[in-house]
């Protein structure tokens, strides 16, 4: 799985006409929350259920891309 490296700060940046606006955003464990996520779909069948229809669906617009390319 691919993350953020820890300590990581993301940015937004807001543009508005000709303005932009820089924001920090706050630091993710995005390693530790993806781990969590996998014990909930282990311990939970709706989360585990819910789960695979998204990597379904994922995997469909993702095909739906290759043959478009």
């Not at 700060?9 to 995005?30: F, G, R, Y």
């Not at 996520?37 to 998204?54: L, M, P, S």
Request: charged fraction near 25%; glycine fraction near 2%; include cysteine.
């Amino acid at each position: 799985m691919l993350t953020a490296p820890a300590g990581f700060i993301p940015e937004m940046i807001l543009k508005i006409d000709d303005t932009e606006e820089i924001h920090s955003l706050t630091s993710d464990d995005a390693f530790v929350k993806s781990i969590q996520h996998f014990q909930q779909c282990i311990n939970d069948e709706t989360t585990r259920q819910n789960n695979y229809k998204t990597i379904n669906k994922q995997a469909e617009l993702v095909n739906q891309f290759i043959e478009k390319v």
